[in-house]
């Protein structure tokens, strides 16, 4: 197992979500491991110093007096767990200096909920081209040569089928061309559950490549870029204003054909600043090496199944209290 599992089961051991099994799976990796119950303590320190400032309430305060309340009625001491209970003769015989404690905050669940702001993700309301150019409005698939088609959907409807290629700025020896896909997305309805602690959008979406023989290399690749304001000044600022995003991410995969039928997923995540209006979501087939001289066409990639997926999570105040 790696360090990645152990870090999820360890947060989500601190913020209250964990599963019974997830329970047993920690516990086991703490009994018998003296690299993961160094790894522990070492989150449970990065747990406290990210919210140190509820050490640092002014006494008295509203806001301190709320929290001393849920402290005392919904108190949860790391010690009180049976993972510690049973390691507690090797691990506070190690760390002896310090104890993490942890405080749930009522009516504040992890949840994770599929936005439907995202429009025709599956690419069935409509069939044909897509718009031409940066999309101008909320909710439509617009950007270079693609059509919404059927014949080679992930589920035997339709799909988007990137057709032909904008050329970028030409390399030293290859040029580069990419087909760019987009779609506004309002998220203003959202800010809401945005503050209720970490908020977190994930963009996945399922790519084929279904040419028959392996050829030259693409990638696909799926973006998501977060912005406040407005989007009218976006379609002529493209893509100068990606540098205003609030946060952004990507997600590539790689791909050289021969696997007819064979989707794949690529996702990737952002936090969702409370300020966060709207976002970009662009879908991209990308060919890096394309000869200068050539406009490059496909016809046999097609993407499906795009999603936007809200993930919230409370942010759960924590003290270091010394032993």
């Avoid at 001491?77 to 209970?85: A, C, N, V, Y």
């Avoid at 990308?286 to 000869?291: F, G, V, Y």
């Amino acid at each position: 197992m790696n360090d990645e599992r152990l870090d999820d089961l360890i947060d989500a051991h601190f913020n209250g979500v964990m599963t019974a099994a997830e329970r047993c799976e920690l516990e086991a990796r703490l009994l018998h491991s003296a690299t993961d119950r160094a790894r522990f303590w070492e989150m449970s320190e990065i747990h406290v110093t990210l919210h140190e400032s509820y050490q640092h309430m002014p006494r008295g305060s509203e806001r301190a007096e709320s929290f001393v309340s849920i402290r005392d009625k919904l108190f949860v001491s790391i010690r009180d767990f049976p993972l510690i209970t049973a390691a507690s003769g090797v691990m506070f015989g190690m760390f002896c200096t310090s104890m993490v404690f942890a405080y749930v905050v009522p009516k504040m669940e992890a949840t994770t909920s599929r936005l439907f702001s995202l429009v025709d993700g599956s690419f069935e309301e409509k069939s044909g081209r897509v718009h031409t150019g940066f999309p101008s409005e909320f909710g439509i698939w617009s950007g270079d040569h693609a059509e919404m088609t059927g014949g080679m959907a992930r589920d035997q409807k339709q799909a988007l089928r990137f057709l032909q290629a904008e050329r970028e700025p030409a390399l030293p020896d290859y040029g580069a061309a990419s087909c760019d896909v987009y779609q506004l997305v309002d998220l203003r309805s959202l800010k809401a559950d945005a503050g209720l602690g970490e908020a977190t959008l994930e963009l996945s979406a399922q790519f084929c490549d279904a040419r028959p023989v392996t050829g030259e290399k693409v990638k696909f690749i799926c973006r998501l870029y977060v912005f406040t304001g407005s989007p009218n000044a976006l379609p002529a600022e493209w893509p100068l204003s990606q540098k205003d995003a609030l946060a952004s991410g990507s997600g590539t995969r790689d791909s050289n054909g021969g696997s007819v039928g064979t989707w794949h997923s690529v996702s990737t995540r952002v936090l969702m600043p409370p300020q966060a209006d709207f976002a970009v979501v662009h879908l991209v087939l990308h060919q890096p090496k394309n000869p200068p001289s050539t406009i490059a066409t496909f016809g046999e990639h097609f993407a499906d199944d795009v999603r936007l997926t809200l993930k919230t999570q409370p942010t759960l105040p924590v003290r270091l209290s010394p032993r």
